[in-house]
């Protein structure tokens, strides 16, 4: 795996073997591949660390609505903010996706 300095890698995201990170990984997410892509939740380590099926299906909301929706990331983030419930996992991915300096994996 190679890593990019200064790359951020959020909560709870998975990366694969042998991967290339030349942007930040947002929390809760499933990467891999040289370039890294998301390939969706880590409902794996999600169910592992007691996230109650609700809030993973929130999650689940937010990838689709910012990986799958043909949306850029700060359109993503508004309908995120407008469609979703508010929890502490929204909130936290929300800001991560924010503060990103350098774009986040796509």
Do not use: W
């Amino acid at each position: 795996m190679g890593i990019h300095q200064f790359t951020k890698v959020g909560r709870m995201a998975m990366v694969g073997a042998h991967s290339k990170l030349v942007k930040d990984i947002p929390p809760f997410m499933l990467v891999e591949g040289n370039p890294a892509t998301v390939h969706g939740i880590n409902i794996v380590g999600l169910r592992r660390n007691g996230i109650s099926p609700e809030v993973r299906l929130q999650l689940k909301r937010a990838f689709k609505i910012l990986y799958r929706s043909n949306l850029n990331v700060t359109q993503a983030i508004e309908v995120m903010e407008q469609e979703l419930e508010a929890g502490p996992e929204i909130e936290h991915l929300i800001r991560f996706i924010r503060s990103a300096e350098r774009g986040i994996c796509r």
